[in-house]
Nanobody, 123 residues
């Protein structure tokens, strides 16, 4: 139904910034809530942030105040601006299309994932 492609990852020093992009095709982008997940080696995939159809946003406690999720429906894209990066942010970051429940307080991923983009934060 929807295909997702991430870009923008790379190697950055602690305190640096990266902007991840995810572009969708194959469906009506605007009907989906969109989430960014990450998975570090040996750890479970975790939800970092999501944005609802109505542009409400929610973040994991570990990234609040540092990351910003946004979307541009005209460009079929969702973004993750990452500032003040820490070594613990090192992971493969994945874009996901999903939906929200309970007035936007809960995010449920659909099985639509990008290929992932590597973010490495190291000095």
């Amino acid at each position: 139904q929807v295909q997702l492609v991430e870009s923008g990852g790379g190697l950055v020093q602690p305190g640096g910034s990266l902007r991840l992009s995810c572009t969708a095709s194959g469906s009506d982008f605007s009907i989906y809530a969109m989430g960014w997940y990450r998975q570090a080696p040996g750890k479970q995939r975790e939800l970092v942030a999501y944005i609802t159809v109505g542009d409400s946003t929610k973040y994991a406690d570990s990234v609040k105040g540092r990351f910003t999720i946004s979307r541009d429906n005209a460009k079929n894209s969702v973004y993750l601006q990452m500032n003040s990066l820490k070594p613990d942010d090192t992971a493969v970051y994945y874009c996901n299309a999903g939906r929200t429940y309970l007035g936007g307080s809960t995010y449920k991923p659909y099985d639509y994932w990008g290929q992932g983009t590597q973010v490495t934060v190291s000095s």
